[in-house]
């Protein structure tokens, strides 16, 4: 859920900017185990080990490992507020550190060398939202773009945090099964068949030609998703509708997969992200769309 304040807007849209015109690109990740879990038990396959990797959120920090393996992973975060957040990891070029990305934030100029490489988009406090995702080694910034009432995203209030992804990943979990298909394109959400309530697992592939993001927001009597998004700019008094989750920015080629359990209602599904030759919302650009859940 990335942010549109003035000084959001410039540095996120010049971050995926650098990241569209890089010659690198995010492989399509394949599927997940927790960091500090339990042993599995004796006999069981390794492939079938999922790893789980807990991020606890809170204002204005991450708790989270300092590192983890390569391979499909689970990341979940667990949201302690007050305010919503997300997870948006960014993969740094080889030889690039934390020190160099808050260094060239502090010189003004986002770095080229920074990829979106996704994470979970914003649960409400007290819950959690996860996403299942495949990570290459190299080293990576954990940043939350969401705005605080002040209008300035998380990230320049301290939150970020560096993040080592270890090893070849050539052992990795099964990828998961997924009974809905979501394409984000520029600019929709395409759904394989339309979501209904329970439990679901949504594959999400970008078969777009940027960055795109998936905000699921379930809408309060009467309200549209466009009004959440107008919030979303600058979250002051009541919120409009109620977040559950989805994923941050991936790049163009890009497979996440995403467990939801969700009540019957009103939904909107969002992209934030800005968009390269103008630097709006795609929200603005018709990346925003309005389904009932039943």
């Known amino acids: 859920m990335p942010v549109r304040t003035p000084s959001g807007a410039i540095l996120l849209a010049a ?6 015109r890089s010659e690198k690109r995010a492989e399509a990740p394949v599927a997940d185990t927790d960091v500090g879990q339990p042993a599995r038990a004796a006999g069981e396959a390794a492939a079938a080990a999922p790893t ?13 490992p300092d ?8 990341m979940r975060l667990v949201n302690k507020g007050p ?20 260094a ?10 920074a990829l979106p490489a ?24 954990m940043v939350c773009f969401v705005p605080a009432a002040d209008g300035q995203p998380h990230l320049m209030k301290g939150m970020m945090r560096p993040l080592t992804v270890t090893g070849s990943g050539s052992t990795m979990a099964a990828e998961p099964t997924a009974d809905i298909t979501m394409k984000l394109v520029d600019f929709d959400f395409q759904l ?13 592939d970008n078969a777009g030609t940027q960055p795109h993001e998936l905000a699921i927001v379930r809408m309060e009597p009467g309200k549209e998703p466009m009004s959440f998004a107008s919030w979303g700019e600058r979250p002051v008094g009541k919120a409009p509708g109620r977040m559950y989750g989805g994923v941050s920015a991936i790049m163009p080629g890009t497979t996440v997969y995403v467990p939801l359990d969700l009540p019957a209602g009103e939904y ?17 650009h018709g990346m925003v769309k309005k389904v009932t859940i039943s």
């Not at 996704?118 to 080293?139: F, I, Y």
Request: include cysteine; proline fraction near 10%.
């Open 118 to 141: 996704g994470g979970p988009n914003p649960p409400e406090p007290g819950d959690t939202a996860s996403v299942e995702m495949k990570l290459e080694p190299g080293q990576y910034v």
């Open 52 to 64: 789980v990797v807990t991020v606890t959120a809170h204002d204005y920090a991450f708790e989270a």
């Open 104 to 113: 060239a934030l502090k010189a003004g100029g986002p770095p080229q060398w």
């Open 67 to 74: 590192q983890i393996p390569a391979g499909f992973i689970t």
């Open 192 to 204: 394989s068949t339309p979501l209904t309530a329970g439990r679901h697992m949504l594959r999400i």
């Open 15 to 20: 971050l995926l900017l650098a990241a569209c």
């Open 83 to 102: 305010s919503l957040h997300h997870v948006q990891l960014l993969k740094l070029e080889e030889g690039k550190t934390m020190a160099d990305f808050t």
């Open 268 to 284: 909107g599904l969002l992209c934030f992200v800005p968009e390269m030759k103008d630097g709006k919302p795609h929200f603005m």
